[in-house]
T-cell receptor
Framework: AAGVIQSPRHLIKEKRETATLKCYPIPRHDTVYWYQQGPGQDPQFLISFYEKMQSDKGSIPDRFSAQQFSDYHSELNMSSLELGDSALYFC??????????????FGSGTRLTVV | SQQGEEDPQALSIQEGENATMNCSYKTSINNLQWYRQNSGRGLVHLILIRSNEREKHSGRLRVTLDTSKKSSSLLITASRAADTASYFCATDANDYKLSFGAGTTVTVRA
């Protein structure tokens, strides 16, 4: 079965550079969530989109922006990268009330290293 | 602040033993979910328990939920070396975003 696809798997950037992370949800899932997990930390919610509109916002820095496109894939854009942005970035997708039964499906994540 | 707090932070057991970890949370929830994460890998959903449920089973997993105490436990029975991973509880407060606990690192010794 198709899962949540994230690309790239690994990314190395220098300070002050820009990074773009992509997430392709499970087919027919209309909601995408982004989480950030620092080294040894628990995942923290960043932002979510439902039907291409931002639905909720968490602890996402102003340097980050995200959007969901007409094909429901989402991109997380991170500018002026800082060393502290080094983390695993997860995307999850869901569809309507199926959440209550099945939980969320996460992608394998993008490991961003800022040097 | 973290919605979910987990204990213990780390657990080391022998293969075949049971592993129990606990999670406490602060606000009302719609459901509570448990996830597994192998080192540096993705989060894998294990089990979801709704706020009106008290206990749920899935294979070797048993989850309990006590909404009066705002706590949940995850029991892994007859553990295997392959169960070695970090386990996170995550609460969904009906706003469709998860708040994760700090996680319990489980090491199963062969």
């Amino acid at each position: 079965a198709a899962g949540v696809i994230q690309s790239p798997r690994h990314l190395i950037k220098e300070k002050r550079e820009t990074a773009t992370l992509k997430c392709y949800p499970i087919p027919r899932h209309d909601t995408v969530y982004w989480y950030q997990q620092g080294p040894g930390q628990d995942p923290q919610f960043l932002i979510s989109f439902y039907e291409k509109m931002q639905s909720d916002k968490g602890s996402i820095p102003d340097r980050f922006s995200a959007q969901q496109f007409s094909d429901y894939h989402s991109e997380l854009n991170m500018s002026s990268l800082e060393l502290g942005d080094s983390a695993l970035y997860f995307c999850a997708s869901s569809s309507g009330t199926a959440d209550l039964l099945y939980g969320y499906t996460f992608g394998s994540g993008t490991r961003l290293t800022v040097v | 602040s973290q919605q979910g707090e987990e204990d213990p932070q780390a657990l080391s057991i022998q293969e075949g033993e049971n592993a129990t970890m606990n999670c406490s949370y602060k606000t009302s929830i719609n459901n509570l979910q448990w996830y597994r994460q192998n080192s540096g890998r993705g989060l894998v959903h294990l089990i979801l328990i709704r706020s009106n449920e008290r206990e749920k089973h899935s294979g070797r997993l048993r989850v309990t939920l006590d909404t009066s105490k705002k706590s949940s436990s995850l029991l892994i029975t007859a553990s295997r070396a392959a169960d070695t991973a970090s386990y996170f509880c995550a609460t969904d407060a009906n706003d469709y975003k998860l708040s994760f606990g700090a996680g319990t690192t489980v090491t199963v010794r062969a």
